[in-house]
Structure formats: C-alpha cells, structure tokens
C-alpha cells in the first residue's frame, strides 16, 4: 500500500479518487469523538501548526491507502481514569465505521498509539479582582 491515493472507482461518468488526506481527518474526528480520548497526539510540527491558529484535524493520524484497502494509525492522548483499553477497542470501531461507511474503503488496521494520559482537573473559576478598600489611604 502506498500513502497516494490510486483511482478508487471508475463510474460511467468518470473516475472518484479520494485523498489520502481526506481519510487522516475522517479518522481524526472518529476518534476524538470517543468518550475517554483527551486529543489527539500530533509530535513537534502539529504543536506549532496549532500555535499558529491553524486546527489540524489529521493530527496524530496516518494513512496507508490501497485501491480498496485502508490501514491508519493514530496516537491518542487518553483522560487519567479511563480503561485504556475500551477507549483503544472504541477507537478502533469508530475510526474503521466512519472510514468505511464515508468512503467505501475496507479497513484492514486501525493501530491506536496512547502517547500520553492527561489529568482533568477541577474546573477553575475566575475570582473577581479584590478591589483596593478607599478608606484605608485619606
């Protein structure tokens, strides 16, 4: 399998070709849709894009796509609490669904890479600036 996208169907009407970029997002937003996953882990170059304002939805993700074969690879950062191993099994179903329900692509792999667990902790609330008592300086 290579990373290029081959033609993927020809119809009476032409050929339908989808990018190999096009599945790295499908399969991004599959998995940060399952409860558990904190984001997704996307290495040095990812961070920087993020830090620009850009938001990379195929971060953390890599494809291999075939003429009708598909195989990706995600690196998750997972919620402290949360058995690792459902949220991985849950990736993996989510991804492969998404992928072949949108495309038409038989998912032959969905590797999930955990790279880091997060802690979530409590909500903090902004307190108000304490104002400065008038009464104390005359």
Same mark, same amino acid.
């Given at each position: 399998?290579?990373?290029?996208?081959?033609?993927?169907?020809?119809?009476?009407?032409?050929?339908?070709?989808?990018?190999?970029?096009?599945?790295? #997002?499908?399969? %991004?937003?599959?998995?940060? +849709? !399952?409860? =558990?996953?904190?984001?997704?882990?996307?290495?040095? /170059?990812?961070?920087?894009?993020?830090?620009?304002?850009?938001?990379?939805?195929?971060?953390?993700?890599?494809?291999?796509?075939?003429?009708?074969?598909?195989?990706?690879?995600?690196?998750?950062? #997972?919620?402290? %609490?949360?058995?690792?191993? +459902? !949220?991985? =099994?849950?990736?993996?179903?989510?991804?492969?669904? /998404?992928?072949?329900?949108?495309?038409?692509?038989?998912?032959?792999?969905?590797?999930?890479?955990?790279?880091?667990?997060?802690?979530?902790?409590?909500?903090?609330?902004?307190?108000?600036?304490?104002?400065?008592?008038?009464?104390?300086?005359?």
């Amino acid at each position: 399998m290579s990373t290029l996208a081959a033609d993927y169907e020809k119809t009476e009407m032409g050929t339908i070709q989808i990018a190999p970029e096009v599945i790295e #997002i499908i399969a %991004g937003m599959a998995t940060v +849709e !399952v409860p =558990g996953v904190a984001g997704m882990s996307g290495g040095f /170059a990812g961070g920087i894009a993020e830090l620009l304002g850009r938001k990379n939805m195929s971060k953390g993700v890599k494809v291999e796509v075939g003429q009708r074969e598909a195989a990706i690879d995600v690196s998750v950062v #997972i919620e402290f %609490g949360t058995r690792i191993p +459902e !949220v991985a =099994g849950a990736v993996q179903q989510n991804v492969k669904n /998404a992928i072949e329900s949108m495309t038409g692509l038989s998912v032959t792999q969905v590797n999930v890479h955990v790279h880091d667990v997060i802690f979530k902790g409590p909500e903090k609330t902004e307190e108000p600036a304490a104002e400065p008592n008038p009464q104390r300086v005359k």
